[in-house]
């Protein structure tokens, strides 16, 4: 009995053991989370290539250059861009993040309230050769106005309007819209036999944004006012919500079957000559993976209201791109930097950026002939000239969750035939104001 | 424990000589050094002993998170306080009053969502038991194949959620998906392609879904209360000249009513907090005719990045669901019972 009695309490103790040992093991040995020796890093990239395994292939190389260099080790996660958000806030919650990360830059001011990321000070700054090396547009884009940045730029990205210039040929069209009229003319002439003249990507939140904030500058709408509360319902932003859902909706040169689209399917239509036309940011590289050349697709800037892109109402691009940031609680913060500096380096910029057919967000790089090509031309050109950050304000990305789903509706609804009325926009945008948290 | 033992020993009862026999007595202060459990109270304490490892586990897998979810409900954590949540402020009842004022649009979305989850359970349950049950009585008859066939019914039960739904999800596509292509191609059902993933029929895909993963289970459970029904009883109303149907709501019904309970219920849990379904198959942003409550809760906390507001939310529907749990044990139970006396 009593040997009985003292394997019970053998095994209750080793099992209470296993449990301690449990609780506390999350801590040393962290799977993912910030590398705890010096000379390790933790990197989340985001997936900017056409797949996770080609960023890899990318990457590694680069990592294993900077390794050399300064003996540190970077373990290399590429995250989906579906998971990249709710990772990010899944380790400034439990502050087992990554030393290193990738961020939307639209989320920037986002991240930078959490206070989860290292502030770029003058200080910090210094470190990786100082602000000055950066584009002004793209340091716009790093957080609120009035705080020290919370990331820096890495890759700098615009949209530009993509054609097939086989399609065109074909309905007898010389040279690609400048104008929306003359989209929408064009794009009647396009629209028949199973084929359609734009594409777009009706179930993809941020893409809906994108657009209609571009369109919400042309209108004079900026979705937030001076106090960054939430504007959704003026005039213009109305009128330019409605105006990209009416390609679907009135002038039908939008195929209702991308009201569903949210998996870049509006790209493969294009490459494969369904879509004559698409709205998007670098997208040269995935058309050559679908099996396009060189010559079938054109590049042209975004089509305005009226007259050429410029600042103002006449903007026709968001300020895109990706930023690299520290997380704060980083235990090899001297590394990271470091990292930093490495990526943003005049060579690794022009590498990095000519490889994923974005322009870099460094003056000294963009000077690189790489970046002369007319693909790449016209997104650089534009970045400079003609592009505006979405509004840096802390509730910026639960601003692209509800006007983005209310877009996605609106697209459904015209995608079943229903009529898109001022009403009928206003209300949605309406509905998607109150979403916003208070302020 | 110790103290109680040893300021009782006269407590100890007969099995107390166990410890110490054939030894003398210890006296009071031996007693206070080696203290002995009496033995009723051991005999009673090693299950629990056992149990304790178990119970920890419980404690922290489950428990744990359950009451910090409700610490959050109370609180105001939103992105300016997920880095530390310490600091977050109290909220009092404000997260809760938000939930549940209907007037609100987040009180007025939160009770739609909730309607649309009841009906979707409803119609989910009914259905996968309705093909359950009457998939498992066709299958009792001995026949050729039976096996196979058997095997066959489980497999949406034994894929992975994902896997599975992600192939719907490809199926239910517009243009390129094979539902429109059966329907619309070579049925000629509808004039035009309908939509699956957006809009009303959302709901209809979503039906489908559920039922086609769910139904398998109910049909395990139903069939493994068939077997427990005597065939003697089925021979005895052969004799009595009832027919199949008469059989079916006479002997088999009743016979799987306790079977029955547990298994509605089951699914009611399973489908009324279903989330891999709706997320794999809309993503982010689930169209308003399909937006079940868990994605909604999800998308009030992960999309806003009010965790408090989420929290409230999430606590709101474990109360609905116990009370629901408790008054549905309590009536099938009483029942039960009085079917029984």
């Known amino acids: 009995m009593r040997r009985f009695r003292a394997a019970c309490m053998t095994a209750t103790v080793t099992a209470l053991a296993t449990v301690v040992a449990g609780c506390g093991g999350g801590t040393s040995t962290s799977g993912d989370g910030g590398a705890d020796k010096p000379k390790e890093l933790v990197y989340w990239a985001s997936n900017q290539g056409p797949s996770i395994e080609a960023d890899k292939k990318i990457l590694t190389p680069r990592l294993k250059k900077f390794e050399q260099e300064t003996g540190i080790k970077v373990k290399l996660e590429v995250v989906p861009w579906s ?64 705080q020290d940045p919370a990331a820096v730029p890495l890759y700098s990205l615009a949209y530009a309007l993509y054609y097939n210039k086989a399609m065109f040929e074909e309905a007898g069209i010389d040279k690609p819209p400048a104008t929306w009229d003359e989209m929408v003319s064009v794009g009647k002439k396009l629209s028949k036999d199973g084929k359609w003249a734009l594409g777009a990507e009706g179930s993809n939140l941020s893409n809906n944004i994108h657009q209609v904030f571009v369109l919400g500058q042309q209108h004079g709408a900026d979705f937030f006012d001076a106090e960054g509360k939430p504007d959704f319902t003026s005039d213009g932003a109305v009128a330019a919500v409605k105006q990209y859902v009416d390609f679907m909706a009135k002038d039908k040169i939008t195929a209702p079957g991308n009201a569903e689209y949210a998996q870049n399917q509006s790209l493969q239509d294009f490459a494969k000559g369904k879509t004559a036309m698409v709205l998007w940011q670098a997208a040269a590289s995935t058309f050559k993976s679908h099996g396009m050349a060189d010559d079938d697709f054109g590049v042209a800037p975004v089509p305005v209201a009226s007259g050429t892109p410029g600042t103002g109402e006449q903007v026709n691009s968001m300020v895109a791109g990706i930023n690299i940031a520290v997380f704060k609680n980083s235990k090899n913060l001297d590394g990271a930097t470091k990292f930093v500096e490495f990526m943003t380096s005049d060579t690794e910029q022009v590498h990095l950026n000519k490889t994923y057919g974005s322009i870099p967000p460094v003056k000294a790089a963009q000077q690189d002939k790489a970046f002369d090509r007319p693909d790449t031309a016209v997104l650089r050109d534009t970045l400079l000239e003609s592009a505006a950050p979405l509004p840096q304000v802390p509730n910026e990305s639960q601003f692209e969750t509800a006007v983005g789903t209310a877009v996605k509706e609106l697209f459904a609804d015209a995608a079943a035939g229903r009529a898109i009325t001022d009403e009928a926009v206003k209300t949605r945008l309406a509905k998607a104001e109150q979403q916003m948290p208070k302020q | 424990m110790t103290a109680t033992a040893a300021r009782r020993p006269a407590a100890s009862g007969p099995g107390a000589g166990a410890a110490g026999a054939g030894r003398p007595s210890p006296g009071p202060a031996g007693a206070r050094r080696r203290p002995r459990i009496p033995a009723r109270l051991r005999k009673i304490g090693l299950p629990y002993l056992l149990l304790l490892p178990a119970l920890l586990l419980e404690l922290l897998v489950h428990l744990v998170p359950m009451v910090i979810g409700i610490w959050m409900a109370f609180k105001e954590i939103t992105q300016f306080y997920i880095a530390n949540w310490g600091d ?128 398998p289970f109910a049909f395990l459970i139903v069939m493994a209360g068939l077997q427990n029904i005597p065939k003697e009883l089925y021979e005895a109303a052969a004799i009595d000249g009832a027919g199949v149907w008469q059989q079916i709501r006479r002997i088999t019904l009743p016979s799987l009513a306790p079977v029955n309970q547990v298994l509605i219920l089951v699914l009611f849990l399973w489908t009324f907090n279903d989330f891999n379904t709706p997320f794999v198959l809309f993503g982010d942003s689930a169209p308003e005719s399909a937006d079940l409550i868990s994605i909604h809760i999800y998308q009030s906390s992960f999309v806003t990045w009010n965790f408090g507001s989420g929290s409230a939310m999430s606590a709101l529907l474990l109360l609905f669901l116990l009370v629901v749990t408790a008054a549905y044990l309590l009536v099938t139970s009483r029942g039960r019972k009085s079917s029984d006396g």
């Open chain 1, 83 to 146: 998971d990249l958000l709710n990772r990010i806030l899944a380790a400034t919650t439990s502050g087992q993040g990554p030393d290193v990360l990738n961020i939307g830059n639209t989320w920037s001011s986002s991240l930078q309230a959490t206070g989860a990321l290292l502030p770029w000070d003058d200080k910090n700054f210094d470190k990786i050769g100082g602000r000055d090396r950066f584009v002004d547009s793209a340091v716009g884009s790093t957080g609120a106005e009035g």
């Open chain 2, 88 to 215: 977050a402020p109290w909220a009092g009842l404000d997260n809760f009053a938000l939930a549940v004022d209907f007037n609100a649009p987040v009180g007025e979305a939160l009770l739609r969502s909730f309607f649309t989850t009841c009906l979707f359970t409803v119609l989910s349950v009914g259905l996968c038991w309705c093909v359950g049950t009457a998939a498992a009585i066709f299958m009792q008859d001995n026949f050729r194949g039976r096996g196979i066939l058997r095997a066959l019914f489980l497999t949406p039960y034994a894929l992975p959620v994902y896997a599975a739904v992600i192939t719907w999800a490809f199926m239910f596509q517009r243009d390129y998906g094979l539902v429109n292509h059966v329907l619309t191609d070579q049925l000629g059902l509808t004039g035009e392609r309908p939509f699956w993933l957006i809009g009303d029929n959302a709901f209809v895909a979503l039906l489908t879904v559920s039922v086609w993963k769910g139904w």
